[in-house]
């Protein structure tokens, strides 16, 4: 029996490969995650290893804010100098040098702009001597106020050389001028840690420019003595300097910030693994029709068995066996090529980071077992429908043509009533916002039962869908047989048309929401935003670009110029929660700008301690005028504002809004974005260019027109548009995979019935056309269906997320025009190879065909 | 034609009083009517009828692979009616074989894996002994290797009557064995039949519309319109012919 199965598998290998090839995609989606972020973990291992190397102990003061690693590079905050020779003074120390180092630096290149980072921090620091991590490679150390020396990173992306004059933009103060008077590298022949850019200063100009306070600095590093553990050591020298600061070793700071970058590893991980599941969702219907198909080719043949005295579970596990036959197989080279997903995508991940040394490649344990329980799993269970069918094949249809009756679509049709049915109570309860803490379960469990659902109902659906599909083609002979032929197997038709459908539904769902998010906030903005121009450039890493403060009153003085704000915004805890708070340079701009209207209080003026809110965070809070609250910011200690207005909530304005003066204390003191109001009767084009100028001295940012300014901020939603289309094209891609073996089926199926038309006369070129509308009419009904799914799930989306500002619903019809065009195109393409194999049948063989 | 118990310990199959109906009202076609009959151990029992006449079904329900609308089938001293899935299967592994006029060979098997083909699915040995003079009798010893791909139609047919034999069933059906061969190889496969049930003492219930292919069974059993209407012992073409010829006149009268 196993023998048998196993060489009924073999001579069907081909029929196989094609859904094997599904399963492959999905397990390389899988594994590949696996790899990916276990050679980026290692590799961040090794860079923070590097980074702590040579420090046994690390003193810093208590954060004023924690931070995660996703909001942004923490900066530890200043302390005394005097702090150092505390701790040079505990015995076991055999240095203590006290070190400044703060996100923030920014170089500009040869070329005029800054030098972007894409996520690795930008840190200013003071220059402390060579070391067993830094060496010189070029010049020397900085003597005076005006010498820097760089990173050789950061010397090859800015172009620049020892002995040049650059500007370095920094966060507490202007664009200053430096020369460089030596470039660094790093032990190991490397030019940077991680991709990290690191300007180094003499000790003052760091403490003025990184920390804003003289005689400061933000941690000490201490080397022990010789036979003192670093743990003894941390121990005694917590003690000496006290409660106020963290003492840790450098293994611990080395494994927290590792541990921060894996659990922004682990988010990317999880939504690969989304990818993986979309694509291992459609090959499960793939492999389900592949064996369908199969069990039906070998009805004969299974019936024999039977008649010479199989059982029914013999059937069952002979079926399932060739399943995890084909599933073993397919985890084995989806694992291989998972591998090589992972190295490539580990690779553009490093280049693309700035040069990362990546670790050796790993494939961890999960990788591998998770791609053969994915793959063997996910074949046999798609297998089983088919193995249990296989098994009622009656023995005497070893002896009959037994012609398959078609079956009453009434059970399947009620069963994807019911699953539609569950799918959309679980997506009305989680868009609803009633499941709790499990929205995003039941959200993604109800678009799972929707999808199984619709895929079920499709059998019924089909037949007046391709019906009407197939008359478009039905003006000749060959394409009528196609119409026919697409129409023959409802079930055949549907499950290959429902691959498709998922794809394409997850498309046209996520492009309906966002374009609707994204004429929602630009409608809003359209309405709400009265400046004519706005300052502001494009994020690149974690820290936003910012621009120099004095701008501002800069341009204040320009004639037409009605009023200018400058906004702030950082996390802080407002009454012991963490809340984002911003600051306006212009208090007014709240009400004349962003359209702000008070419900209580004064909101157009903010004393030295005195702060707005916004209606929910009053009511949230059970705040009123005059109610006082303390707030910590990043730096300084923590103070008491009181509330002196409260203002209507919108989607424009900030919950919290503190007076300019608190803006020194924030992460980033220095304003994100400028909003300029002109007087009436100015024209923009007069006002732009003298703003333009003033804005030389901050690269990072640019002036726009308001339509601009918008255009702008929505269009950073096509980036992620684009790429989880992207990703949703595999899942596409494998769908055509399904039209393709489906078409090769059928047409192996049906090789007598072929080889008869050609015998009466069907040329080679019609048989060709008669096997392409059959696939354009399946794969048009597939993106048919999609775009129907897809645009009634992005609706009930939007619609859910009405009360979060998504107002408008936009369906995107020419997007989905596109798709059914394209499903044409992937029609003609996918019928391309059986209509070759259609076309070669041998008329007297196929007649002869048992 | 209720059987005394004594022939009844001799009889490898048996039906009494079988009724077949498919469909129901205007649409109801009755295949079999009330059918009793015996087929003896170790005896070579043709089945013989015009198209329609019931004589595949007849065999189907005898064989268990199709379930009687009325009365009882049993095989050996088993009865057949009314055993579920597992009994049937149980059944087609340890007391029936059969022969197909399809042949019906897996073609990714060669001819010796065929012919184990069932006792592996029953998870047995072959009985070396038993399993030489299978081949032998067959004349397939040097074609063990091959593919039924490159194998005659004879040949194919003879590798299948070596896997009904191999397993040494209660009786063997055989529907319509030489309806797909020339005349040679017909009588060479019919031959080997009647060899193996006058030298092994097999039961072998076949099916045929053919006089020559009759005139080779010990017995004739003739039906029409869904009974038997007679019987031959010791039959020869022309008087099988003979009495077709008298079956056919009314039978087309009546229809």
């Not at chain 1, 590298?185 to 690191?198: H, M, Q, T, V």
């Not at chain 2, 209660?170 to 040679?184: K, Q, W, Y």
Request: charged content about 15%; aromatic content about 4%.
């Amino acid at each position: 029996m196993l023998r048998a199965t196993l060489k009924s598998l073999l001579a069907r290998k081909l029929r196989l490969v094609l859904s094997g090839l599904a399963v492959v995609l999905g397990v390389m989606f899988v594994s590949g995650a696996f790899v990916l972020t276990d050679t980026l973990g290692r590799t961040f291992d090794a860079i923070f290893a590097d980074a702590y190397e040579g420090i046994d102990v690390n003193v810093a003061a208590k954060p004023k804010i924690a931070l995660s690693e996703m909001e942004g590079e923490q900066t530890p905050p200043p302390f005394p100098a005097a702090t150092v020779e505390k701790v040079r003074a505990v015995p076991g120390v055999a240095e203590a040098t006290g070190v400044i180092a703060a996100d923030g630096a920014r170089l500009i290149g040869s070329n005029g702009k800054a030098v972007a980072s894409f996520g690795p921090p930008q840190l200013g620091e003071n220059w402390t001597g060579e070391s067993d991590l830094i060496r010189l490679r070029e010049g020397r150390g900085p003597n005076a106020d005006g010498e820097i020396v760089i990173n050789k990173g950061l010397a090859t992306a800015g172009k620049v050389a020892v002995g040049d004059r650059v500007g370095v933009l920094t966060p507490l103060g202007p664009k200053q001028e430096f020369t460089i008077v030596g470039i660094f590298g790093y032990s190991g022949g490397r030019d940077s840690i991680g991709g990290a850019n690191e300007i180094m200063f003499t000790t003052p100009v760091a403490q003025r420019l990184m920390l804003g306070e003289a005689g400061t600095v933000n941690s000490v590093s201490v080397k022990a003595a010789d036979g003192v553990s670093a743990e003894s050591l941390r121990d005694a020298v917590a003690t000496a300097v006290g409660d106020a600061y963290e003492v840790k070793t450098g293994k611990q700071l080395s494994d927290e910030a590792a541990a921060g970058f894996k659990e922004a590893l682990s988010f990317f991980n999880r939504i690969l693994l989304g990818f993986a599941a979309v694509a291992l969702l459609v090959g499960t219907f793939l492999i389900l029709n592949t064996f369908s198909i199969i069990v039906a080719q070998r009805t004969r043949e299974l019936a024999l068995m039977r008649a010479i005295g199989a059982g029914r579970r013999q059937i069952v596990s002979s079926v399932v066996l060739e399943a995890v036959a084909v599933g073993l197989i397919a985890s084995v080279l989806g694992l291989a090529a998972g591998i090589g997903i992972g190295a490539l995508l580990a690779w553009a991940f490093g280049n693309l980071a700035g040069g990362l040394t990546l670790a050796g490649l790993g494939v961890p344990a999960s990788a591998v077992i998770s791609a053969f329980a994915v793959g063997i799993v996910i074949t046999v269970v798609a297998a089983l429908l088919p193995a249990l069918r296989a098994s009622r094949i009656p023995p005497i249809a070893a002896m009959q043509d037994v012609a398959t009756p078609d079956r009453p679509l009434t059970k399947i049709t009620v069963a994807g009533g019911l699953v539609t049915a569950v799918g959309a109570v679980l997506l009305f309860l989680g868009l609803g916002g009633n499941a709790g803490d499990n929205t995003l379960v039941t959200i993604l469990g109800g678009v799972l039962f929707a999808f199984i659902g619709v895929a079920l109902l499709t059998p019924l659906i089909s037949r007046p869908v391709v019906n009407l599909l197939g008359t478009i083609f039905a003006w000749s002979v060959p394409g009528k047989l196609g119409r026919l032929n697409s129409g023959r197997n409802p079930r055949r038709t549907a499950i290959t048309a429902a691959a498709l459908m998922v794809g394409i539904a997850l498309v046209t769902g996520v492009t309906v929401i966002l374009d609707s998010a994204k004429s929602s906030i630009s409608g809003l903005a359209q309405d709400s935003i009265k400046a004519e121009l706005v300052i502001s450039g494009v994020q690149s890493g974690p820290r936003p670009p910012t621009f120099d403060p004095a701008v501002l009153e800069k341009v204040a003085a320009i004639p037409g110029v009605r009023l200018v704000d400058g906004e702030y915004g950082d996390m802080a805890v407002v009454g012991g929660e963490r809340t984002w708070v911003a600051a306006s340079s212009e208090v007014g701009a709240l009400r004349q700008i962003f359209g702000a209207t008070p419900t209580a209080g004064d909101i157009d003026r903010l004393a030295p301690d005195e702060m707005l809110v916004s209606s929910d965070v009053a009511k949230n809070r059970g705040l009123s005028v005059g109610s006082t609250v303390p707030v910590q910011l990043a730096r300084g200690d923590a103070r008491t504002y009181t509330v002196s207005g409260i203002y209507t909530a919108s989607q424009l304005t900030n919950p919290v809004v503190l007076p300019p003066q608190a803006a020194r204390d924030f992460a980033i003191p220095q304003p994100i974005q400028g909003f300029i109001q002109l007087a009436p009767g100015t024209r923009v084009a007069d006002v732009q260019p003298q703003v333009e100028a003033l804005l030389a001295d901050s690269p990072e940012v640019s002036v726009a027109d308001r339509d601009a300014f918008i255009e702008q901020q929505a269009s950073q939603l096509d980036g992620l548009l684009t790429m989880i289309q992207i990703l949703l094209a595999l899942a596409i891609v494998i769908a055509v995979l399904g039209i393709v073996n489906t078409l090769a089926l059928s047409v192996l199926e049906r090789t007598r019935e072929l080889g008869l038309l050609r015998a009466i006369g069907l040329r080679r070129a019609q048989t060709m056309r008669m096997i392409t509308v059959e696939a354009v009419v399946i794969s048009v009904f597939g993106a048919l269906l999609g775009v129907v799914v897809g645009a009634g799930l992005g609706a009930a989306v939007v619609e859910a997320l009405k009360d979060e500002g998504i107002t408008d619903l936009i369906l995107p019809w020419s997007q989905m025009g596109v798709f059914l065009g394209l499903a044409a195109i992937v029609g003609v393409v996918a019928a391309v190879l059986p209509a070759i194999r259609a076309a070669r049948i041998n008329v007297l063989g196929a007649i002869a065909h048992d | 034609m209720t059987a005394t118990v004594g022939r009844q310990a001799q009889a490898a199959a048996r039906a009494s009083d079988v009724w077949k109906v498919y469909g129901s009202g205007e649409a109801q076609v009755i295949a079999l009517r009330g059918v009793s009959a015996e087929f003896e151990r170790g005896r070579f029992t043709a089945i013989m009828g015009p198209s329609g006449s019931g004589k595949s079904t007849l065999m189907h329900c005898l064989a268990g692979l199709d379930t009687v609308t009325r009365g009882t089938v049993s095989i050996g001293d088993t009865t057949v009616t009314g055993l579920g899935d597992a009994g049937l299967t149980k059944l087609r592994r340890d007391k029936v074989g059969f022969i197909f006029q399809q042949f019906n060979l897996l073609p990714t098997l060669s001819a010796k894996e065929n012919i184990l083909l069932p006792l592996s699915i029953a998870g047995r040995k072959p009985d070396p002994a038993w399993y030489d003079t299978v081949i032998d009798t067959v004349g397939l010893r040097d074609r063990l290797d091959h593919r039924p791909a490159q194998l005659s139609g004879g040949q194919q047919q003879r590798v299948a009557c070596a896997r009904a034999l191999v397993s040494r069933p209660e009786v063997i059906f055989a529907d319509e064995p030489t309806g797909n061969l020339d005349s040679r190889a017909g009588a060479e496969v019919l031959n080997f039949l009647r060899n193996s049930v006058r030298e092994h003492g097999q039961t072998i219930v076949m099916v045929t519309h053919d006089p020559t292919a009759a005139a080779y069974a010990d017995r004739v059993v003739f039906l029409a319109d869904g009974q038997i209407v007679s019987e031959l012992i010791e039959p020869t073409a022309e008087t099988v012919l003979d009495t077709m010829k008298k079956l056919d006149a009314p039978t087309e009268v009546n229809g």
